[in-house]
Antibody, heavy 117, light 107 residues
Framework: QVQLQQWGARLLKPSETLSLACGVH????????WSWIRQPPGEGLEWIGE???????NYKTSLKSRLTISQDMSHNQFFLNLSSVTAADTAVYYC???????????WGQGALVTVSS | DIQMTQSPSTLSASVGDRVTFTCRAS??????LAWYQQKPGKAPELLIY???TLQTGVPSRFSGSGSGTEFTLTISSLQPDDFATYYC?????????FGQGTKVEIK
């Protein structure tokens, strides 16, 4: 059974960098697409970006200048870095596996990241 | 970018009801549409992909249909476990986009 486990800092100040990691257990990064999706409190879902097993990435255009998604194949982990955060970046952040690009069959538990001065 | 619009935003129904809700895309997405169920405080779960293919383990009371720009999700007989928020999502072209959700409430 595939499980995604997330970790990272949960409380940030404006202008800091949001860094989250997602570990994949019971499976491999190979052959799949790995996304980050966020959900502001009380709102809907927003896809942020994706990296595939070949290391190619696609990002939401509005976040592209601040966003990096990377992976460590040897440790079955992938990462989110979002720089220069503001209160608008406050959200629950999910990592997710795409068995097709864009179809998310396994999700992490979610991590509430709060940006506040 | 493709925009996804769901209706209604909220639906009140009773156990045993047949419920249907709609998702519209701002341009044709063929059948590159997925549906997810989300319960409070939990991650979404995949129900349907390719507009009508049921994900493994999802009860058969869930069904999806549509192509192009208009899609529906139907629950044939609403169960207590089905009270949740449902999101559609297009994956025809980047950027992947979700609808704003339909919340199914107890009547």
């Amino acid at each position: 059974q595939v499980q995604l486990q997330q970790w990272g800092a949960r409380l940030l100040k404006p202008s800091e960098t949001l860094s989250l990691a997602c570990g994949v257990h019971g499976g491999s990064l190979s052959g799949y697409y790995w996304s980050w999706i966020r959900q502001p409190p009380g709102e809907g879902l927003e896809w942020i970006g994706e990296i595939n097993h070949r290391g190619s990435s696609n990002y939401k255009t509005s976040l592209k200048s601040r966003l990096t998604i990377s992976q460590d194949m040897s440790h079955n982990q992938f990462f989110l870095n979002l720089s220069s955060v503001t209160a608008a970046d406050t959200a629950v952040y999910y990592c997710a596996r795409g068995f097709w690009s864009g179809v998310f069959d396994y999700w992490g538990q979610g991590a509430l990241v709060t940006v506040s001065s | 970018d493709i925009q996804m619009t769901q209706s209604p935003s909220t639906l009140s129904a009773s156990v045993g009801d047949r419920v249907t809700f709609t998702c519209r895309a701002s341009q044709s997405i063929s059948t590159y549409l997925a549906w997810y169920q989300q319960k409070p405080g939990k991650a979404p779960e995949l129900l349907i992909y390719k507009a009508s293919t049921l994900q493994t383990g999802v009860p058969s009371r869930f069904s999806g249909s549509g192509s192009g720009t208009e899609f529906t999700l139907t629950i044939s007989s609403l169960q207590p476990d089905d009270f949740a928020t449902y999101y559609c999502q297009q994956y025809q072209s980047y950027e992947w986009a979700f609808g704003q959700g339909t919340k199914v409430e107890i009547k």
